[in-house]
């Protein structure tokens, strides 16, 4: 279960980007980004993250994952497109040869701050 170590490192990044003048902030929303590819399951990431953020500022923060299509290139024949399906195979000319585009994010886009009133 990797998620537990992604949820681990999201409570990192998101603790250390809280200003220094701000400690009693309360981490409110993080956005994230998961493209379909990185094998992040989003229910267990959810589990993992309102497990590893008790104690920290980001208790009882509400973790928003945004899933990314997959979107691949075909190096033959330049063709783009969307995989909705686990089929890698140019729909054109039926090469195999492509470049996997977007689907392997996991970016965090934001962190909502509250004040501490
Ligand atoms: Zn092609």
């Known amino acids: 279960m ?7 490192q999201i409570v990192e990044i ?12 309360r981490v409110q929303r993080v956005n994230l980004k998961v493209g379909k590819l990185s094998a992040i399951v ?3 990431l959810r589990f993992c993250f309102d497990l590893v953020v008790k104690e920290t500022p ?5 973790l928003v994952i945004e ?11 330049e063709n783009q497109w ?3 399906e686990p089929v890698f195979v140019c729909p054109v000319c039926k090469s195999g040869d492509i470049d996997i585009l977007s689907g392997l994010e996991l970016d ?9 009133d």
């Open 2 to 8: 990797h998620e537990m170590g992604i949820a681990m």
């Open 14 to 25: 998101a603790t250390a980007s809280i200003p220094a003048d701000m400690q009693c902030a």
């Open 42 to 44: 989003a229910d267990s």
């Open 58 to 62: 980001l208790e009882g923060a509400e």
């Open 67 to 77: 899933e990314l299509p997959v979107v691949v290139r075909c190096k033959a024949c």
């Open 82 to 84: 969307t995989v909705t």
């Open 108 to 116: 965090i886009t934001s962190i909502e701050i509250e004040d501490e």
